[in-house]
T-cell receptor, first 110, second 113 residues
Framework: QKEVEQNSGPLSVPEGAIASLNCTYS??????FFWYRQYSGKSPELIMF????GDKEDGRFTAQLNKASQYVSLLIRDSQPSDSATYLC??????????FGPGTRLSVLP | DADVTQTPRNRITKTGKRIMLECSQT?????MYWYRQDPGLGLRLIYY???????NKGEISDGYSVSRQAQAKFSLSLESAIPNQTALYFC????????????FGQGTRLTVV
């Protein structure tokens, strides 16, 4: 069974700090990797996606992928209280379903 | 209007009742999904459909059924609701080619009493 694992948290960081969120996956055939942000009671919204090994930056967010280690991470620079949410890692193999991790709850303290 | 619309948004029903949750989308996507979310358990796949004639069970399909009435519509039914089906339910869609993101509806909060 394909699995995606994340630390459930909560991860607490002070405002302005870097938040680091981690995700590991079991299926070596996975090809697409996504980070979603979900506020309590709301639907998930896409933050970043990454397909290739290395780093991908978008504003304050950086996704990092290491397929050899089956590891994907999300860095949030200059964290803001509005970043407080649950972050879901999702993995997709071509032609297959998305598999979601349990999510990491992030709390950014003012 | 939302690209992926779920109805109802909230529902309270009694044990043993049949209930249908509906999902419609305007994104033109072939793939549609139903997920259930419980606190601390993330999103768990109930059923998915890659096109109108394709229906597949997910990891937690017991107690649920689905109908893909058209490319744009995918309904989830609880034939005889039980309290442990109380959860937040999400419909999602994605493009047929894969490798692209899933788009989520607003969610349906279902309570079975």
């Amino acid at each position: 069974q394909k699995e995606v694992e994340q630390n459930s948290g909560p991860l607490s960081v002070p405002e302005g700090a870097i938040a680091s969120l981690n995700c590991t996956y079991s299926d070596r055939g996975s090809q697409s990797f996504f980070w979603y942000r979900q506020y309590s009671g709301k639907s998930p919204e896409l933050i970043m996606f990454i397909y290739s090994n290395g780093d991908k930056e978008d504003g304050r967010f950086t996704a990092q992928l290491n397929k050899a280690s089956q590891y994907v991470s999300l860095l949030i620079r200059d964290s803001q209280p509005s970043d407080s949410a649950t972050y879901l890692c999702a993995v997709e193999s071509y032609g297959q379903n998305f598999v979601f991790g349990p999510g990491t709850r992030l709390s950014v303290l003012p | 209007d939302a690209d992926v619309t779920q109805t109802p948004r909230n529902r309270i029903t009694k044990t043993g009742k049949r209930i249908m949750l509906e999902c419609s989308q305007t994104k033109g996507h072939d793939r549609m999904y139903w997920y259930r979310q419980d606190p601390g358990l993330g999103l768990r796949l109930i059923y998915y459909s890659f096109d109108v004639k394709d229906i597949n069970k997910g990891e937690i399909s017991d107690g649920y059924s689905v109908s893909r009435q058209a490319q744009a519509k995918f309904s989830l039914s609880l034939e005889s609701a039980i309290p442990n089906q109380t959860a937040l339910y999400f419909c999602a869609t994605s493009d047929r080619t894969g490798g692209t993101e899933a788009f989520f509806g607003q969610g349906t909060r279902l309570t079975v009493v």
